[in-house]
């Protein structure tokens, strides 16, 4: 076998999206059995704004309802501020945090209505809170592979974004494309780049894509030096802050057929993934 990998399941981003409010139980259904497969992360919820994502107010509930005893996988929550943050480490389940950032200030603005500068102090105000309370912050940075709002994008500029979080303390980044644009050529760069600059930061890879050229845009990033990959069961999901024409999650099972493909392990319950997708869809 080769060096492993880590995946991470989204249903938090299978969910949020989803105009029509599903009821906690069946949220909770849902995720008891994700953390059956024994993912690395679960990004379960997130500690926002009710009236920016309505799906996801019911959170804690949620969280107190789901059956931890046997799980190894870490739980997650996206936050979107200081006050967020707050709320989350209230909980002692919830090891880490996710803080979406990008290269695009146009995105800043539509996702958290927020410029560069004053996400940088929220970023801040956020790691304090998670230093202070053995939790872990992890950025993630959309827009990474490509620009489709104008804004000026360059691998430079990755580089550069990525060396302020760097000074900010930030050791965990998820490299992200939220509306589906990036290659693989692009994908390979950034990530060669990335990984060969900071090898101080651990790099994953959060990718939101139509079905053709998955293989090759996995398969770019794991070449280039990438570990983690983030995935959303059946492809569900997307950014509603994106715009219009949401494009899709990566398929987790595509990731797992990539990984089985190369015969490098994954750390999960086969037989218990098998089991989940045979149990689909419950919402």
Known sequence: MMEAVFINESPRDAMQGIQKFIPTQVKTLYINEIL?????????????????????????????????????SRLSVVVGNKRGAEDAVRFSEI???????STSETFLKLNLNTDFK???????????????????????????????????????????????????????IT??????????????????NAVARFPEISFGFHLHTKLDHWHEKIDAA????????????????????????????????LIVKYFQGQKINMNIDQNAFNSLLNKLPLF
């Open 175 to 192: 490299l992200s494309d939220t509306v589906g644009i990036a290659d693989e050529k692009t994908i390979g760069n950034i990530f060669k």
């Open 36 to 72: 059956k497969v024994g993912f690395d992360v679960v990004d379960f919820g997130s500690f926002v704004s009710p009236k920016a994502i309505p799906q996801m107010r019911d959170t804690a509930e949620v969280l107190n309802s789901l059956d931890l005893s046997s799980t190894k």
């Open 118 to 172: 004053t996400a940088l102090s929220t970023i801040d105000e956020i790691q304090n809170i998670c230093v202070k309370n053995n939790r872990i912050l992890v950025i993630y940075f959309s827009m990474a592979f490509g620009n489709p709002y104008g804004d000026a994008w360059s691998l430079e500029s990755v580089i550069h974004h990525i060396s302020m979080l760097n000074e900010h303390g930030i050791k965990n």
């Open 222 to 253: 794991h070449k280039a030096g990438c570990l983690s990959f983030d995935g959303v069961i059946n492809g569900l999901g997307g950014c509603p802050m994106a715009g219009p024409g949401l494009v899709g999650n990566l398929d987790t099972g």
């Open 95 to 101: 090891e880490m945090m996710g803080f979406p950032f």
